[in-house]
């Protein structure tokens, strides 16, 4: 099925400890963001990539890394992670800008994090 | 910056109206509007472009005006499918490719 694929969908951690979070689409998009969203605050641009090898800090960057090695994918990386980092990830995609239906952002089905 | 959006939550009978606004203190070069249900992804509602144009999707409407870098989203004759979060997301240009930026959300519940 097209669309955008994020993996895990969830995932405890302990302080300090790293991980990856993987976002792939099929559709060929240009653009992917990473956004996080918490109770009260939306989604906040954590870091977005504007085609392959591509990657733009959005507005919440500090204690995230991000690589686009391949079109198809988008990875969010934490390498310390913190408790404030608690929270649920959507990924999104889209083809690129301008006014037409192909740049409609789809948003995979969202990452849940628990740092303790 | 993430734009503001206002207000932050509603509750509506079922058929009356609401009006949700957007505001942003950078240049546009569009808005969009999304629709969220709870536990699941936002889902896309409509796209403006700067040029102070309207947009229409059922009983949903946007408007866009480019000088006062402002979007409203109108929903008339409210059903109980339209409850949900509703973000707006401001798209500007920058070296770095176009930044999409979404809003706190409004909350919107509608009753019978």
């Known amino acids: 099925n097209a669309g955008v694929t994020q993996t895990p969908k969830f995932r405890v951690l302990k302080t300090g400890q790293s991980m990856t979070l993987l976002c792939a689409q099929d559709?060929?998009?240009?653009?992917m963001y990473w956004y996080r969203q918490d109770p009260g605050m939306g989604l906040r641009l954590i870091h977005y990539?504007?085609?392959?090898?591509?990657?733009a800090k959005g507005e919440v960057p500090d204690g995230y890394n991000v690589s686009r090695l391949k079109k198809q994918n988008f990875l969010l990386g934490l390498e310390s992670a913190a408790p404030s980092q608690t929270s649920v990830y959507f990924c999104a995609s889209r083809t690129g800008t301008g006014y037409s239906g192909a740049n409609v952002l789809t948003f995979g089905a969202g990452s849940r994090l628990t740092v303790l | 910056q993430q734009p503001v959006q206002s207000p932050q939550a509603v509750i509506l009978r079922e058929g009356e109206d609401a009006v949700i606004n957007c505001s942003s203190s950078?240049?546009?070069?569009?808005v969009h509007w999304y629709r969220q249900k709870h536990g699941e992804a936002p889902v896309f509602l409509m796209i403006l472009l700067k040029g102070g144009e309207q947009k229409g999707h059922d009983k949903i409407s946007a408007s866009f005006n480019e000088k006062k870098q402002q979007s409203s989203l109108y929903l008339t004759a409210s059903q109980l499918s339209y409850s949900g979060t509703y973000f707006c997301?401001?798209?500007?240009?920058?070296?770095?490719?176009?930044?999409?930026?979404f809003g706190t959300g409004t909350q919107l519940k509608v009753e019978l």
């Open positions: 997301g401001t798209e500007i240009l920058t070296g770095g490719g176009n930044k999409l930026t």
């Open positions: 990539s504007v085609g392959e090898g591509t990657t």
């Open positions: 559709m060929n998009h240009e653009y």
């Open positions: 950078k240049a546009l070069y569009s």
